[in-house]
């Protein structure tokens, strides 16, 4: 059997406690209020800036604590120390061992008082808390950084709980949509959409939600409509991206009001086409204009020079024979008149090809095939099919324009041996090609400036709202591929 053991001594029990604080590397201290000594634990001293030896001083503390925290501490170590308090937390700063301040949670407590009530020993920790303070701090901060960033972005930016509440309106939401964020805040997402769409829309967040992907723009493409407080419908362009945190799914749109952007488009649309409009009216008019002065030429000079012509021919006729000045002076005379004719003709088709008008497109076609190869001494190859033969206008002028300007390229830049032009009706448009077979149109050549030619081709185009493609393949000739709608009056008649 073995011998009771002594009961410790009051110094053995302070002897034990000193050792468990040392082991555990705590920050404590033990103050004996009575004979105002305080016992520090090497790590209290090790890691705060004490004075160096022993450090038993009850003010050796102002050393280390923050003069602007100290006061307070003092303060609220006298209250216990004159036991109005039991205990303290106090959340302070102490230098450190380098010399950096950093925060700390002080807290003590009176253990024992004396016979005659007042404290006598109080006992304390101390416990670094400066890294959670600033991570606090950090988190505040990126949460208000976060804020601003939300709040001063053009975008309205709208986040939805998993039920499509909504949980946060930023300024500029406020601002597209007319609301107040308290009138808003925890209301359904659908106050914010025509009622028409809600169906369509609900599931297609709801699709997104299942789909698992983090973000993507709302119906890609499609501009979606919103409404205003006031009931105005909107058009805007959106996206939406999900989060989940702690198990909480909510969903984040951004989106911009384009309302202004359509406008715009829609104006600049129509601008277009009155241009359009009025290029058409100008053609128009400037081929008639054209086909006047070209008739005119034909007509009224042609005839002209005909009767004179033939009163040329009278003169010489009735000339002696032995008069050579004479003779020689009618033959002059005639060589000029004949040039002056051809001029006036060709001048008179350039203006305008009076045949188009009195023959139709077919003849006019096979007239300019037939004068381009004799000029620029090429073949060629003429295919219009029934459908096409007799135009109406404007395409019948466009159409001649456009292949006249071809065949002139034709001979003057791709030094070609055959051109095909084939004209076609498939459906409710015409198909007009030209082939050659030259050296190739290079497509730096569309750029050429102070070229106009297969600009005013595109331009012809252009205003018969018809498409247009030109492609030269080096030494292996140019292809001009065109498709003109048939205009809208001239709907059920091609
Ligand atoms: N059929 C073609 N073959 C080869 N080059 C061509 C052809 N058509 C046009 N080009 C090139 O494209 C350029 C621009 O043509 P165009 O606009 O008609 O102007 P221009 O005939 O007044 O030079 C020409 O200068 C020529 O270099
Ligand atoms: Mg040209």
């Not at 410790?8 to 004996?32: I, S, Y």
């Not at 604590?65 to 302070?92: C, N, S, T």
């Not at 659908?190 to 723009?217: K, N």
């Amino acid at each position: 059997m073995m011998a009771p053991l002594d009961p410790p001594t009051t110094q053995a029990k302070a002897d034990c406690w000193r050792e468990a604080v040392l082991t555990a590397g705590l920050a404590v201290f033990d103050w004996d209020v009575g004979e105002r000594r305080i016992y520090r634990s090497p790590e209290m001293l090790a890691n705060w800036d004490y004075a160096p030896g022993p450090n038993e001083a009850v003010d050796s503390a102002r050393a280390v604590i923050h003069p602007d925290d100290y006061p307070d501490f003092w303060a609220r170590m006298k209250d216990m120390e004159a036991g109005i308090v039991e205990r303290a937390v106090l959340e302070i700063r102490m230098r450190a061992r380098d010399g950096s301040w950093r925060w700390v949670r002080w807290r003590a407590r009176i253990v024992a008082r004396g016979d005659d009530g007042r404290p006598a020993r109080i006992v304390g920790t101390v416990n670094d808390i400066d890294e959670i303070w600033k991570g606090r701090d950090l988190a505040r901060e990126s949460q208000m950084r976060l804020q601003g960033i939300v709040d001063s972005a053009m975008d309205a930016i709208i986040s939805v709980d998993r039920d499509q509440r909504i949980t946060l309106f930023n300024r500029a939401a406020e601002r597209i949509f007319g609301y107040e964020p308290l009138e808003v805040l925890g209301q359904p997402l659908a106050m914010l959409i025509p009622s028409r769409f809600h169906q369509q829309h609900h599931r297609h967040v709801e699709e997104f939600g299942r789909a698992g992907v983090s973000s993507r723009p709302m119906m890609a493409q499609r501009i979606v409509t919103a409404l205003r407080k006031g009931g105005e419908e909107f058009p805007i362009d959106a996206s939406i991206s999900q989060n989940e945190i702690r198990g909480h799914r909510f969903f984040t749109v951004i989106l911009r009001d384009v309302s202004l952007r359509e406008r715009t488009r829609r104006e600049l649309a129509q601008a277009r086409e009155d241009l359009r409009e009025l290029s058409v009216a100008s053609r128009t008019a400037r081929e008639q204009e054209n086909s006047r002065i070209s008739r005119e030429l034909h007509d009224e000079l042609g005839q002209n020079l005909t009767s004179l012509k033939m009163d040329l021919a009278w003169l010489e006729a009735n000339t002696p024979r032995d008069d050579g000045k004479f003779l020689k002076t009618i033959a002059a005379m005639r060589s000029v008149l004949d040039s002056t004719v051809a001029a006036t003709r060709r001048i008179s088709a350039d203006l305008r090809p009076l045949m188009l008008d009195d023959l139709g497109l077919m003849a006019a076609l096979e007239w300019l095939a037939e004068d381009t190869s004799r000029r620029h001494g090429f073949t060629v190859q003429l295919a219009v099919d029934e459908a096409s033969e007799n135009l109406a206008e404007p395409l019948a002028s466009q159409v001649y324009r456009i292949v006249q300007e071809s065949l002139t390229n034709a001979g003057r830049h791709a030094a070609a041996q055959k051109v095909r032009v084939t004209l076609r009706t498939i459906g409710r448009e015409i198909h007009l090609d030209v082939v050659d077979d030259g050296r190739g149109l290079a497509p730096e050549d569309l750029q050429k400036k102070g070229s106009f030619g297969l600009v005013g081709i595109r331009e012809r185009v252009y205003i018969l709202a018809g498409s247009v493609e030109m492609r030269g393949d080096a030494g292996h000739g140019t292809e001009i591929h065109v498709r003109l709608p048939f205009p809208a009056i001239h709907e059920g008649s091609p």
